[in-house]
């Protein structure tokens, strides 16, 4: 057996190889498993309430943590409307003036890339 360190994505394996001879390795292997195929992509949710004029944008890509606001819920410039996740810290999208949730474009468990819209106020 010979032992290696492999690293993922930064992450580090350590595994075991066994080394076989020609015989061995002539031997028909198992089937491997089939691979199960990729997830569709979940559809883009529908604005709740009308559109407002100012934008509520992903500050960076993560997965929507928690939902804050609720559609027409007076908000203050700083306070927290969407809670993202990302490398398992929660991070605040805040409202960046003072105003009123017109929309929430965002599901919570949503994986939004930097930029994404997320919200908008009136």
């Known amino acids: 057996m010979k032992n290696y360190i492999i690293t993922v994505n930064g992450v580090e394996y350590e595994v075991s190889v066994e080394e076989t001879d020609a015989v061995s390795a002539a031997k028909p292997a198992a089937k491997p498993a089939a691979a ?3 997830a569709k992509p979940a559809a883009k949710p529908a604005a709740t309430g009308a559109a407002g004029s100012v934008q509520i944008s992903a500050g960076t890509a993560g997965k929507v943590f928690k939902v804050e606001g609720k559609v027409g819920q007076a908000v203050k410039k700083g306070d927290a409307v ?3 996740e990302a490398m398992k810290m929660e991070i605040p999208v805040v ?13 919570v468990g949503d994986t939004v890339e930097q930029g994404a819209l997320l919200a908008t106020l009136s």
């Open 82 to 84: 969407i809670i993202l």
């Open 95 to 107: 409202a960046p003036q003072d105003g009123t949730i017109a929309s929430i474009n965002c599901n």
């Open 36 to 38: 199960k195929p990729a």
